[in-house]
T-cell receptor, first 116, second 113 residues
Framework: DTGVSQNPRHKITKRGQNVTFRCDPI?????LYWYRQTLGQGPEFLTYFQNEAQLEKSRLLSDRFSAERPKGSFSTLEIQRTEQGDSAMYLC??????????????FGPGTRLLVL | KQEVTQIPAALSVPEGENLVLNCSFT??????LQWFRQDPGKGLTSLLLIQSSQREQTSGRLNASLDKSSGRSTLYIAASQPGDSATYLCAVTLTSGTYKYIFGTGTRLKVLA
């Protein structure tokens, strides 16, 4: 296992279309995070899963956003009716949990979304 | 609400210079602090992780310090090289159950050959 993977790496879509991103965490990592990063800013937390349970959602995650992690493995982030303001880099991270070192998050390469 | 600030926002130095990047946070109740490197259009590469009980961590030419009581961390880069050019981000982990990261806005470093 070489780390967290995300697909696609780049996505260009027209306003109003739906898009879905996938994140495959490091195997046996039970914690999974999604972050969003806009140009010139640091990443901002979107949502968190422990195994298959979504335990926290940021107020940044509007009703148009939904995330799932079926069976506690990979996760998907869907954006419905995309808006130009959704253009950003979407980052996924995972951690094994269980103690201080276990909370270190390992980040994927990100999915860059451009909404035209 | 935890806020993380990084100063300066951008820095340009000649090759070989030692430099210090600063990170400050408003709430000292952190679980740990991590420094990342981000190349343009890429994901995050972890550089150093400091647990809340630690004062510093070192890796090669990098040294990160943490002063929880004053809400500050510094990243020291010795003998800078053009390959060090990137954006450096610091992030703190809250002591809540989710351990989510709160990031600063980053320092954009350019090392001139």
């Amino acid at each position: 296992d070489t780390g967290v993977s995300q697909n696609p790496r780049h996505k260009i879509t027209k306003r109003g279309q739906n898009v879905t991103f996938r994140c495959d965490p490091i195997s046996e990592h039970n914690r999974l995070y999604w972050y969003r990063q806009t140009l010139g800013q640091g990443p901002e937390f979107l949502t968190y899963f422990q195994n298959e349970a979504q335990l926290e959602k940021s107020r940044l995650l509007s009703d148009r956003f939904s995330a799932e992690r079926p069976k506690g493995s990979f996760s998907t982030l869907e954006i419905q009716r995309t808006e130009q303001g959704d253009s950003a880099m979407y980052l996924c991270a995972s951690s094994p949990g269980g103690g201080p070192r276990g909370e270190t998050q390992y980040f994927g390469p990100g999915t860059r979304l451009l909404v035209l | 609400k935890q806020e993380v600030t990084q100063i300066p926002a951008a820095l340009s130095v000649p090759e070989g210079e030692n430099l210090v990047l600063n990170c400050s946070f408003t709430d000292s109740a952190i679980y740990n602090l991590q420094w990342f490197r981000q190349d343009p259009g890429k994901g995050l590469t972890s550089l150093l992780l400091i647990q809340s009980s630690q004062r510093e961590q070192t890796s090669g030419r990098l040294n990160a310090s943490l002063d929880k009581s004053s809400g500050r961390s510094t990243l020291y880069i010795a003998a800078s090289q053009p390959g060090d050019s990137a954006t450096y981000l610091c992030a703190v982990t809250l002591t809540s159950g989710t351990y989510k990261y709160i990031f600063g806005t980053g320092t954009r470093l350019k090392v001139l050959a």
